[in-house]
Nanobody, 123 residues
């Protein structure tokens, strides 16, 4: 089970930190990802991180502004978002890879999803 928190309303140029908390004892063996779905648009990949945190991947639109990290001792993965833009407005989802010990980047690589948290960036 995955639960996102930290969403909200923020002015353009501001920052926000999302956290995803996972249940279970095998969290440290799964790659994790963040995705978002803007209103009326397709879901897109935002960021991904391998089980050790050694590798991270970012969508082109967030590179240099967002940072993904994880704390395996706390079963959490975070998404630090800076220099937010109105086009970052979306429902943000946390996801867990389908397989242990495998790098996961694209949507089909992930098998478990959270309920999502709304992020709204005002102009």
């Amino acid at each position: 089970q995955l639960a996102e928190s930290g969403g909200g309303l923020v002015p353009a140029g501001g920052s926000l930190r999302l956290t995803c908390t996972a249940s279970g004892r095998t969290f440290s063996s799964y790659s994790m990802g963040w995705f978002r779905q803007p209103p009326g648009k397709e879901r897109e990949s935002v960021a991904a991180i391998t089980w050790t945190g050694a590798r991270t991947d970012y969508g082109d639109s967030v590179k240099g502004r967002f940072t993904v990290s994880r704390d395996n001792a706390k079963n959490t993965v975070a998404l630090q978002m800076r220099s937010l833009k109105p086009e970052d407005t979306a429902v943000y989802y946390c996801a867990k890879a389908r397989e242990r010990w495998r790098t996961a980047v694209a949507g089909p690589d992930f098998g478990s999803w959270g309920q999502g948290t709304q992020v709204t960036v005002s102009t």
